[in-house]
Each structure stands twice: as C-alpha cells, then as structure tokens.
C-alpha cells in the first residue's frame, strides 16, 4: 500500500528481485550484484562469500529459503545452497 526509498543499499543497476514471503527477499543487478533482506526491505546485506562472476546478474527464483538460482549475462547460472550467503557457478 505504500513505498519506501532505501537509500546506500548498492550503486548497481538493479535488474528484478523476489521475495520468498513478506521478510525474506533478494534483489540482483549489474557488476553481479545480489542483496538479501530478512526483514521487508528495510536493510539489504551482500552474501558473505564473493560472486565467482562479475557479471550482470537479470534474474533470481528462490525454491524456498536455502535453495536459489540467478541467471546472468553470457549464459551465466548461479546457485546457493544456503540462503545466498555462497553462490556457485552451474
């Protein structure tokens, strides 16, 4: 019913982001940015590894709240196994 601005989140193209329920949520963009919120929206954090890619990442699907894919530039699949704190080229 309302939007909010988050300012300082990224300086990144964002491209889509998914949410798995109202808290959990991801947004991916260029520079293979992806950022995750557990709580709405209102912060956003990078995943804990770095991406093995550089590249720009278009869209994200999460199964549920371990299990996700994003798909980029050059044919590029992502993986995590585990809420998106690691991602693995597939």
Request: proline residues 3%; aromatic residues 12%; glycine residues 12%.
């Amino acid at each position: 019913s309302q939007w909010k601005q988050v300012t300082d989140a990224t300086y990144s193209t964002l491209n889509n982001v998914f949410f798995l329920n109202e808290n959990v949520g991801w947004i991916v963009g260029s520079s293979g940015t992806i950022l995750k919120t557990t709580d709405g929206g209102h912060t956003w954090e990078k995943p804990t590894a770095p991406l093995p890619v550089d590249a720009s990442i278009y869209s994200i699907y999460f199964v549920d709240e371990n299990i996700g894919y994003a798909g980029g530039s050059h044919d590029l699949v992502l993986k995590s196994v585990d809420g998106g704190a690691n991602w693995s080229s597939v």
